[in-house]
């Protein structure tokens, strides 16, 4: 193996690539592994930091191999933690383990797919619900999508307060737990401000002179596009604008906001945690998430657009329908289970990068989630 950069963050040649790294590592001798047997070192030369062939990999510093496309498969097709985990013949928090590796695969994946794309479409937006912990906890999940193309392009989360009709005994359990937490005031709007923030980098007017972003009747989505500057401003001048439908309206292919009904159909399809009445949910927020990103992953570079439109050549996933080319989007996926992706060297998305770092908060979770060292890298 050839050493593709350093991988110290603190060091010149972090962000290199294998043709300008080499003559800036040397060889360092080698140890032997009960995992994949003997593993070759190097030391990098300019910063003197040493590292191994299997600091690259996305197995790094794991003690058993586990077969990572097999469990992403399975998260993405209704099987749970312990089914997995049985499956495997290994622990519910080795799988996590894995499934959290996978998932800042994925956003590495994402973010690079994303960098050189520009809005080809209108966007549709929607709030998925569903609840993490219990379900005096729900939650929502900001969704924009594709208008054409149903490619997901970002989703932020946000707790929300338990709402609907309770009986007394529930509004006074409400009422004790939101004595020791309380979800944020505004924090719909909120996220969905920080979802619509993305948009400016991927719009060039030049292009598409006139973007359309169609919800719902939500009262929190105006307030959320007053509070993202550009957008503010291109609305006021007619090149941006905000369309509302109902959300009553019957959820068939005609309806504006299809696009967003049907990822929330294939949410509750195909992930465990977000079934009706299900003993399946989300313990912790960041572990669903993780799970989150990896359907994100599958959805949009995997699984073949619009399965069952009686087109039987569509054999291209939606990133292909949204522009992306797809001779990057192989390269990256062969890439996805194999090279490890290093915070430092990725451009990542607030929100995602605070997935990546496990920063979403679980409510009355004492502590932050553990998060391994060489996941930050710097």
Known sequence: ????????????????????????????????????????????????????????????????????????????????????????GCSGDSVQNRIDRLARQGIALHESMQ???????????????????????????????GQRSQFLYGFTHTTIRRKGRMTPAQRRTRAR??????????????????LLATIPARWEPTRRPRLALLTDRHRAYPAAIGKVPTL???????????????????????????PVNYYDRELRKDIAAYRRESTCFSRNVGNGLSRMMLYLVYHNYEKHFRVGTGDSGRDYPHAVVAGIDPAGIELAMSRLYEERAFLMRQSVSADNGRIWLKEYQTPLKVGGDYLPKHARAG
């Open 232 to 258: 503010a401003r291109e609305r006021i001048a007619g090149r941006f604008v905000h369309q509302t439908y109902s959300s009553t309206a019957p959820r068939t292919v005609s309806n504006p906001l299809f």
């Open 115 to 145: 960098a050189g794309l520009a809005l080809g479409e209108h966007l549709v937006a929607d709030g998925f619900e569903s609840f993490d912990r219990s379900q005096y906890f729900p939650n929502q999940v900001n969704l924009l999508i």
């Open 1 to 88: 193996m050839v050493p593709p950069f350093c991988p110290n963050p603190a060091c010149p040649h972090h962000h290199d690539d294998a043709r300008f790294y080499a003559g800036h590592w040397k060889r360092a001798g080698s140890y032997a592994t009960l995992v994949i047997g003997r593993v070759h070192r190097f030391m990098c030369t300019a910063c003197g930091r040493g590292f191994s062939e299997r600091t690259f990999s996305v197995d790094y510093f794991a003690k058993r191999t586990l077969d990572l496309r097999e469990i992403h498969r399975a998260v993405c097709q209704g099987e749970n933690l312990a089914a997995v985990a049985r499956h495997l």
């Open 177 to 194: 737990i939101e004595s020791r937490y309380k979800a944020p005031a505004q924090g719909i709007r909120d996220s969905f401000a920080r």
